[in-house]
């Protein structure tokens, strides 16, 4: 029974007093972000927007930015990555669910703090003109 007890006490004293998380699945993250553009801050302030449409394109534009075309998918990891026009080298993501709700992207590598953390999520598409029109 002392054992227990004290087990109990190592794990939470050992225990981070931050909000559990859980990693978001390639299905659940398809579900929750297929025809909606997801607001994210950084470090506490707006950071960019991405716009998600049906067939797995993305839409990145950082705060005050231009906009960045690309593509998401799962890799064997299970992490989602993205692949943009620019760059052709994949930016892979763990995209966590806090237990109050918050939904986090925590890049490959990466410590916490230095999550984006989703601001709003909406239908609004982001203001990009498309390619080539000289807009």
Same mark, same amino acid.
């Given at each position: 029974?002392?054992? &227990? =007890?004290?087990?109990?006490?190592?794990?939470?004293?050992? #225990?981070?007093?931050?909000?559990?998380?859980?990693?978001? &699945?390639?299905e659940? /993250? =398809?579900?929750?972000? #297929?025809?909606?553009?997801?607001? /994210?801050?950084?470090?506490?302030?707006?950071?960019?927007?991405?716009?998600?449409?049906?067939?797995k394109?993305? $839409?990145?534009?950082?705060?005050?930015? &231009?906009? +960045?075309?690309? $593509?998401? /998918?799962?890799? &064997?990891? @299970? +992490?989602?990555?993205f692949?943009?026009?620019d760059?052709?080298?994949? +930016?892979?993501?763990?995209?966590?669910? #806090?237990?109050?709700?918050?939904?986090? =992207?925590?890049?490959?590598?990466?410590?916490?703090?230095?999550?984006?953390? #989703?601001?709003?999520? @909406?239908?609004?598409?982001?203001?990009?003109?498309?390619?080539?029109?000289?807009?």
């Open positions: 029974m002392r054992l &227990t =007890a004290a087990l109990s006490l190592l794990i939470a004293l050992t #225990t981070s007093p931050s909000l559990a998380e859980r990693v978001v &699945t390639a659940e /993250f =398809a579900e929750m972000v #297929t025809g909606r553009t997801l607001h /994210f801050d950084r470090f506490g302030r707006p950071f960019g927007s991405e716009q998600y449409f049906d067939d394109r993305v $839409i990145w534009a950082f705060e005050g930015g &231009t906009c +960045q075309r690309g $593509i998401w /998918f799962e890799n &064997t990891e @299970g +992490q989602i990555c692949v943009y026009d760059d052709p080298s994949p +930016q892979c993501w763990d995209f966590l669910q #806090t237990d109050d709700g918050a939904f986090h =992207a925590r890049l490959d590598g990466e410590d916490p703090e230095s999550d984006l953390v #989703t601001r709003d999520v @909406g239908t609004d598409a982001l203001d990009c003109p498309l390619p080539d029109l000289g807009v």
